[in-house]
């Protein structure tokens, strides 16, 4: 079975910073999708990246980028130029690829609280 | 284009009550998934459905737990004889396909007293 660990509860950043949050993931599949999503305090679920794992190339959303291990099994996600409005819990989250068993479940870390401070 | 609509936001109930959680996807959506989320825990899912069908449920309580997914209406999950321990946020996601994003709703807080 498929696990995600997110081993940071909590981080803090200062605005206009950049803070790394980190996420690492177990599978024996080869074809998965991986995504950051963000729970502002309202608690809306709000996607923020997604990377398919058969592309070596980082994905990146403005301010938001990852850093994409595949032998490693890590998806690390960058916010860079931290504003007040990240203040947030990120989860990171997996989901297999194509195939007859998927069902396009996502498959969620513990979370990171992230903390902008001013 | 309205998102994925939940309602009620919040729902409480005593011991032993059922809850009703309805789940209206994004317009155009035919798959709707339902995630709970213990308080500082991240989402688990629940059960994953088609129009009329239950695709999976893999992560759903043997007991109490059902959902359904009408032809017509919204996506219902219901929790018969709730207990403390269901006290928790429901959501519901919806997508395309089972290879599309998932896009989520508000969720329902469900709080058992």
């Known amino acids: 079975a498929q696990t995600v660990t997110q081993s940071q509860p909590e981080m803090s950043v200062q605005e206009a910073e950049t803070v790394t949050l980190s996420c690492t993931y177990d599978?024996?599949?080869?074809?998965?999708?991986l995504f950051w999503y963000k729970q502002p305090p309202s608690r809306q679920m709000i996607l923020v990246i997604r990377?398919?794992?058969?592309?070596?190339q980082n994905a990146t959303e403005n301010r938001f980028s990852v850093n994409f291990q595949k032998a490693a099994k890590s998806f690390s996600l960058k916010i860079s130029d931290s504003q007040l409005g990240d203040a947030a819990m990120y989860f990171c989250a997996y989901r297999s690829g194509q195939g007859s068993s998927n069902t396009g479940k996502l498959i969620f870390g513990q979370g990171t609280t992230l903390q902008v401070k001013p | 284009n309205a998102g994925v609509m939940q309602n009620p936001r919040h729902l409480v109930r005593r011991r032993g009550q059922e809850a009703r959680l309805r789940c209206s996807p994004m317009k155009g959506h035919s798959h709707v998934y339902w995630y709970r989320q213990l308080p500082e825990e991240g989402l688990k899912f629940m059960v994953y459905?088609?129009?009329?069908?239950?695709?999976?449920e893999s992560g759903m309580p043997k007991e109490r737990f059902s959902a359904e997914f009408p032809k017509e209406g919204p996506s219902i999950l219901r929790i018969q004889q709730v207990v403390r321990g269901d006290s928790a946020a429901y959501f519901c996601a919806s997508s395309t396909s089972s290879q599309r994003e998932q896009y989520f709703g508000p969720g329902t807080r469900l709080t058992v007293t």
């Open positions: 459905l088609q129009k009329e069908n239950i695709i999976d």
């Open positions: 599978t024996s599949e080869s074809d998965y999708y």
């Open positions: 990377q398919e794992a058969y592309k070596q």
